[in-house]
């Protein structure tokens, strides 16, 4: 192991870089200068930062969404930061829900009553999802990460009720 150095482009600190060996460790130095990569210190602040501007943007428009209580202020805030990351993900979800039922149903005698039934179940979904005041599932279930998973939380959702929303199109 080989260890270079080079300073932080926001606070000067000097920061060490380990490498297999001289040249390693020079290149890594060199490398993270370049790319104005900050010590720890400033990259936790500057997460930090970037976080209060998007609450503060979140906060301001609250959209008609509920506001979430039942946690500390820290947990409602960030439960509010996490469903406006998660709502536009889910918005895609239902539509590319609809457009697979269309897809799978296309052949089907009784398509357009299966797939109004798709397009009720999800958009009814996607507005008690919306509505939800459950801190619980703005936290856990969804998380700072949810828009990825969005197309499964919706599944989740649909799933326990789908023979009750969308009958006909479960018939098939
Ligand atoms: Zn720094």
Redesign the pocket.
Known sequence: MAKATYS??????T?TVEGRNRRDADRRAAWYAEQEK??????Q?EFKRAYETEKQAVLASADGLPVLTGGTDKQNDFAAVCRARFLPALEAAADATVEHAERICRNRDDRDQAVAEVREAVSLLVREIRETGDIDFWLDTVGPSGAARADEILLKAFQPRRHDLAPTFMRG
């Open positions: 932080c482009p926001s606070c000067g600190k920061i900050l010590c720890r210190a400033c990259e602040a």
